[in-house]
């Protein structure tokens, strides 16, 4: 027995020599040691920046938008000029412009608002060509255009996101309002002769239209409060002639 409590006493001295000779050594959680933590990338605050965009656009004139121009064209020797309705219209090209806003962030949660504005050169075709024989006389033809010019819009947006180390995911919706203008034009052949007050074959209008936007972009902080900005858009516009824009955009922001 004596024996016994000799060798424990042994031992257990052995290993408290052990122990004061080994370095103190943080206590793991998880693969991290204590008080080490992943730094969250702070959003917070108001910000500004520069855009370019390459977009499509497809508008929806009605089929007799040219009714009234088409009215005033009469031919010149019997018959009637065979007006074609006009279809829809389509276009691709690229725009800039700017966007501004606050950010307020909770932990990895950040929602904000956002002002945009975009520049593009958007000008949508559609055009028509009727062709009729009429008796003895030359063939008759008759053309109506349209084209679609959607320039400028601004939109104020709501956004919402969450941090994901230096990338920042966010979805937005918005409503705004733009500058649409639409050239509009017809033409027939043989030529025809004045038989109202006044023969007018073309026009040009410019409207203000509103409309809404909705999409998703991503963030990405590169350094000391600069970022770079990748998104997509879909905008409807829904007043005057209806059009629906998609456009990818990416831009260089600074948050304050």
């Not at 060509?129 to 063939?139: K, Q, V």
């Not at 990338?167 to 034009?185: C, E, H, K, N, W």
């Not at 909705?214 to 997509?232: I, K, N, P, S, T």
Request: overall charge neutral; charged content about 10%; glycine content about 12%.
């Amino acid at each position: 027995m004596r024996r016994l409590l000799v060798a424990a006493v042994i031992f257990g001295a052995a290993q408290g020599a052990h122990a004061a000779d080994m370095p103190d050594l943080p206590v793991l959680r998880g693969s991290l040691p204590e008080g080490l933590s992943t730094v969250r990338t702070v959003w917070q605050g108001y910000y500004i920046g520069g855009q370019a965009s390459y977009g499509s656009v497809t508008s929806k004139p009605s089929p007799s938008l040219n009714s009234d121009l088409q009215s005033t064209v009469l031919p010149a020797a019997g018959g009637t000029y065979p007006w074609q309705p006009l279809g829809s219209a389509s276009a691709n090209d690229t725009g800039w412009g700017a966007f501004f806003g606050y950010n307020s962030q909770w932990d990895d949660v950040v929602v904000g608002i956002e002002g945009n504005y975009i520049h593009s050169g958007l000008n949508a075709v559609t055009s028509s060509t009727g062709y009729s024989p009429a008796g003895g006389i030359p063939t008759m033809t008759a053309t109506s255009n349209a084209t679609i010019r959607s320039t400028d819009f601004g939109s104020a947006r709501l956004r919402a996101g969450y941090v994901i180390g230096c990338f920042l995911p966010y979805a937005f919706i918005g409503g705004g309002m733009g500058s649409q203008t639409v050239d509009r034009s017809v033409d027939a052949t043989p030529k025809p002769y004045v038989a109202l007050p006044n023969l007018q074959t073309s026009v040009t209008k410019t409207n203000l239209v509103y409309g809404y936007s909705a999409g998703v972009g991503v963030d990405v902080m590169l350094m000391a409060g600069l970022f770079l900005r990748a998104e997509y858009e879909y905008q409807r516009v829904t007043s005057t002639i209806e059009s629906n824009i998609n456009s990818a955009r990416v831009g260089l922001g600074y948050k304050f």
